[in-house]
């Protein structure tokens, strides 16, 4: 909730996103998707799923606008309760590139753990697990490399969650990185949280955001944020009727006013739409 607080909902810095769905009366699904990033180039996809829940077996192929093929087999409670078994293949036609990868998703009640192998490169593998208990959060993450026989990076985290509020402790990039973050749910209107992040191979500064947000009526609500560098962000989301929501996103460089730093955008943002 508190990363959803400081990054969501601020459309000017936000990826602006279509996704549109079908499902065919054979039961294969249809999914297509575009991103833009107010920048750089649109990319977008399109997929189709068929599943057959019986067996826990689906199948998915994807093209994306950079001419990639993709192919995603899937087989879920099939070997064992709670494990999720993925073989993936991507193919680039203009380069004849070929990759193939291999996950694994556990999952029981208080324990999670993955596992990501790229077969072809290296191989590589990484794993995560997290471990919960009364509220506590407790998770590692490590990828190894097979053909050099040498972990490549290691991340650490404790966490608590509860109802009205909850905090986090990260260290990534093989203990390096260092984050606390906090959320605070102050009542059913307003919200408050806070994040802190130091590189202790960077700079000794420690960068700073603090956000809140105010639920102005059900329909609406206004998000405010500012960070150590005086960047500070606004936002306004309206939901005019079923399935459309308009939202206002506004940046402003606090510490250089009379420059053109700032951003203001208003997108029309659309939620996920099912078509029988």
Do not use: C
């Not at 606008?65 to 192919?71: E, M």
């Amino acid at each position: 909730m508190h990363l959803q607080l400081v990054n969501k909902d601020f459309y000017h810095i936000a990826a602006a996103k279509i996704d549109v769905k079908s499902k065919a009366p054979n039961g294969v699904s249809f999914n297509v998707k575009g991103t833009s990033t107010h920048e750089g180039p649109t990319s977008a996809s399109v997929e189709a799923k068929y599943a057959d829940p019986p067996t826990g077996l689906s199948l998915t192929q994807t093209w994306t606008t950079a001419n990639v093929l993709s192919t995603k087999l899937e087989l879920d409670n099939n070997f064992a309760k709670g494990l999720k078994a993925e073989a993936l293949t991507d193919f680039v036609p203009s380069s004849q590139k070929f990759g193939a990868k291999l996950n694994l998703y556990y999952k029981q009640p208080n324990f999670n753990a993955r596992a990501f192998f790229d077969v072809l490169k290296g191989p590589v593998a990484n794993v995560d697990a997290v471990l919960g208990r009364d509220g506590f959060l407790v998770g590692g993450e490590a990828g190894y490399d097979v053909q050099k026989a040498a972990i490549t990076k290691y991340s650490l985290a404790v966490g608590y969650t509860a109802a009205e509020y909850s905090a986090a402790i990260t260290a990534t990039s093989s203990l390096s990185v260092f984050a606390a973050s906090y959320y605070h749910k102050v009542n059913s209107q307003a919200e408050a949280g806070a994040k802190a992040t130091w590189d202790s191979k960077g700079s000794n500064n420690v960068g700073m955001e603090v956000a809140g947000k105010y639920r102005l009526d059900p329909t609406s609500f206004a998000k405010a944020k500012i960070n150590d560098r005086g960047i500070a962000a606004f936002a306004y989301n309206v939901k005019l009727r079923p399935g459309v929501t308009v939202g206002l996103g506004l940046s402003l460089d606090t510490q250089n006013l009379n420059e053109a730093a700032h951003k203001v955008t208003l997108p029309d943002r659309r939620p996920k739409r099912n078509i029988n």
